[in-house]
């Protein structure tokens, strides 16, 4: 019974799982000690690493921006610190969520104005309504009151004009007397008006009527205006709110998202790196997107600070210096290193074969200066008006010839072809020695192996042949009555172009010349050479 109620446990004891595997690091963490290394002070340019953190070695440096595509004018000659280096994805991310979130504080904004507005509109128009009905009120006070005062007026005026009517010269008597009965009826109206009439008062509650109504109609013309104004901003708010609107809609939307992944996209670069494996082989990492720099920089005359993406770029030779090509961003540190190379000599050679005899010294340079140059005066050459570093070079033979070339043309290192030679090209000198060193040692190992693989082949012959016979094959010489076989060890490959029963023609053509020969054989022995 006990043994029974153990045997579950003993059986889950038996049970094991398999370990999990570590997670495999990215093909290039071989190297991620050298990718983690400090600034290097020869470094001439931004080199472009796989991961972020490896840029934020060159914080603290300085660069100097030239005319390049990196460039622009409100940058052009001018120096910078990098004073950090940042994820470009995680910025246009963190811009684009600043600018929603201004537009949903723009949003809020907007919607208080409006709401602001939406109290005020009724109490203006119902200020408005209690003005226009006090307006009718005071014009019809006014009007009351100012009838009589009217009449009045109007009386005085008829005076007037009666004044008038008298004055004209011989005037009838009927016409006279006409002026006099409308003078005296009109003084009988004037006394009527003016029976328990008092004028002063009157007018001056007309005055009073006056003044009321002009504040009235001021008002009225400011309510007016105000709502004019309310008006037209109410437009334009609800305007904005359809532009916010629409740019949080999905179209918008995805269309800011696949802006911020094109601007990405653009960005991103391949990490070339020597293969684990097998070093002479290339392999190749795609840098992720949140691994783009984005440098932060700060001007060393005016302190501002701007965003910038800087090219980060290769090195066809593997040396810092190769190629500064047309970006246009230097690092000062990598410039004020080359200015050590002032004063060495350079090599112009040539290299036309895979011996050291074929590597030949052309012409003899001096270092004057590093400077930076327009490209179109570089190397005799235009490079599109973009500004290069380009050493000042003195010719060794004729010291008036002075010209301009670029850095990245002296300076790369060499790189044998699958042929075993550079071909022709510029260099200081102490990497041509170094370069010379090589090559002659090349040629010596290739002399040694050439003699042994001579002594191997000879004596297989003589084991084969015999001596004499061995000398005859090695010197490539034909005799009449050789084998056949000793003549395929001389000439290699032939065609046999004639063949009997007792007779065969072979055809050598010459892999240099072309020319052809013709061997004759009897049996198995050579009876005849023709040269054609």
């Known amino acids: 019974m006990l043994a029974m109620l153990l045997l579950p446990v003993s059986l889950a004891a038996q049970i094991t799982f398999a370990e999990k595997p570590p997670e495999k690091g990215p093909e290039w963490e071989y190297m991620r000690d050298i990718i983690m290394m400090p600034y290097d002070s020869t470094q001439l340019l931004i080199e472009t690493y796989p991961i972020l953190e490896a840029y934020k070695k060159y914080i603290g440096q300085q660069i100097f921006f030239m005319k390049g595509r990196d460039s622009d004018e409100n940058v052009i000659h001018k120096y910078y610190e990098i004073v950090d280096v940042i994820s470009y994805k995680s910025f246009l991310e963190t811009e684009s969520q600043k600018n929603e979130t201004k537009q949903r504080e723009k949003e809020k904004e907007l919607r208080e104005r409006q709401k602001t507005i939406d109290e005020r509109t009724p109490k203006l128009r119902e200020r408005e309504n209690e003005l226009n009905a006090t307006k009718i009120e005071l014009e019809q006070d006014y009007k009351k009151k100012g009838s009589i005062e ?11 004009e009666i004044e008038k009517r008298k004055q004209i010269p011989n005037l009838s008597l009927g016409g006279q007397k006409d002026l006099r009965d409308k003078e005296k009826e009109l003084r009988k109206r004037e006394k009527e008006l003016l029976k328990n009439y008092e004028r002063e008062k009157v007018l001056n509650e007309l005055s009073e009527i006056k003044k009321k109504l002009s504040e009235v109609e001021n008002e009225l013309s400011e309510i007016k205006n105000e709502l004019s104004k309310t008006e037209k901003e109410s437009i334009n708010i609800n305007n904005d709110l359809r532009e916010i609107e629409r740019y949080f809609g999905e179209y918008e939307s995805n269309r800011r998202k696949e802006q911020v992944a094109d601007m990405i996209k653009r960005q991103q670069q391949t990490y070339l790196f020597p293969c684990e494996d097998n070093p002479d082989k290339q392999c190749r990492y795609e840098i992720k997107s949140e691994d783009i720099p984005y440098f932060v920089l700060k001007s060393t005359q005016s302190m501002d600070t701007i965003y910038h993406i800087i090219s980060t770029g290769y090195t066809r030779y593997n040396d810092p210096r190769d190629d500064e090509s047309d970006r246009g961003v230097i690092l000062v540190g990598g410039f004020l290193k080359l200015k050590d190379l002032t004063g060495q000599n350079v090599i112009r050679f040539r290299d036309s074969g895979s011996g050291s005899a074929y590597l030949k010294v052309e012409e003899n340079w001096k270092i004057l200066d590093v400077s930076i140059a327009d490209g179109n005066y570089i190397d005799g050459c235009g490079y599109e008006g973009n500004e290069h570093i380009s050493f000042v070079l003195q010719n060794q033979e004729n010291n008036s010839i002075v010209k301009n070339s670029r850095v990245s043309k002296i300076t790369k290192k060499f790189i044998l072809k ?47 042949y015999g001596a004499s016979t061995a000398d005859k094959i090695i010197a490539g010489k034909l005799e009449i009555g050789m084998s056949k076989a000793v003549c395929k060890e001389i000439i290699g490959y032939a065609t046999v172009s004639q063949k009997t029963a007792a007779t065969e023609i072979w055809k050598v053509t010459s892999f240099w010349t072309g020319g052809e020969t013709y061997l004759y054989f009897t049996g198995d022995k050579l009876a005849r050479i023709v040269n054609r």
Request: glycine share 4%; aromatic share 14%.
């Open 150 to 160: 009217e009449d009045l007026r109007n009386i005085e005026w008829q005076f007037q």
């Open 418 to 464: 699958s042929s075993g030679y550079v071909q022709s090209g510029y260099a200081l000198e102490k990497d041509w020695k170094e370069y010379k060193s090589y090559r002659d040692q090349l040629t010596q190992q290739y002399d040694q192996q050439a003699a042994q693989a001579k002594a191997k082949r000879k004596q297989e012959l003589t084991t084969k």
